[in-house]
């Protein structure tokens, strides 16, 4: 006589399956975001699409996840490089990425200087700090901008 | 074991996780030192709807509207701005230009993000259709500093 009941291994399969593909279907790359990010709130319905991404928090800026310029206070250090208005080391890594992308997206070369950037943005940051980021990112090629929020559209 | 099995799509399917939207803009549109003039300003609003974010609430161009100006209700705060207004006037604005889809949007310096999102929900339709799906943000309006 057995001590314990044996395993339902067909029910637990059953389960997993279930849990997986859940998982893998709500578990999507482009619905991630820093975790510094509070990410406003509206009723934007439309996904949210890949390329490069844009991260300002309240203390950086980052570049596909890589940290690019430092915020003091939340604005940009007084001393920090430029061309004009531009900001040279964003410009820099904005640049450097926006080609990569194009090309390895199949597309022409002309398409890069209407490239698409992701903003995530934290929603207390000033407009004079994402303005000077957004002229910098129109200045390395990009011409589209697309801002993620948190979708309350339900 | 079954009703285990039964329960669990159950309770996934109740869960709401954190979903992701976005806005689509185009710009920087004004690649000014400074924030437009009163008079550029003007001078643009003849031919396209703007919409100018001030820390006193808002200044719609491109409407027939008497009194361009929309205040916050109360101090401004990006909750107090008088969002349901805006919408309002970008539906007279729609009237004026009824093939028009972009909008300008010009916000000043210390405008807080949410606060430019939140114009772009309130442009880009009322309950009922589309009105400015298309923001052009004039990102020359920011700060040099």
Redesign the interface.
Known sequence: MPTSAPYMITSMLDMFTIILVFLLNFLDPANETEASVALPEAAAETAVGGGVILTVTRESVLVDGQAVLPLVDGRIPAGTARTGRRIDVLHERLADAAPKRSVSAGTAEGEAANAALAVHCDRAVPFSVLGELLYTAGQAGFGQFRFVVISDAG | ??L??HL??ML?LSVR????????????LV?T?AAPSDAAFAEQERDVVSVR?TPEGFVVGGDDAADPRIPCRGACA?DTYDYAALTRAMVSAKRLHPTETRVVLA????????V???V??ATRSDATRPLFPMPL?A???????
């Open positions: 074991m079954s285990v099995v669990i799509p996934l996780f954190l979903t992701l939207g976005q806005f689509e803009a185009k710009g920087p690649p030192t974010i990006p916000p000043e310096p210390s405008i807080a993000y949410e430019v999102v939140r772009m929900e943000i990102a020359g309006s920011g700060d040099p500093r």
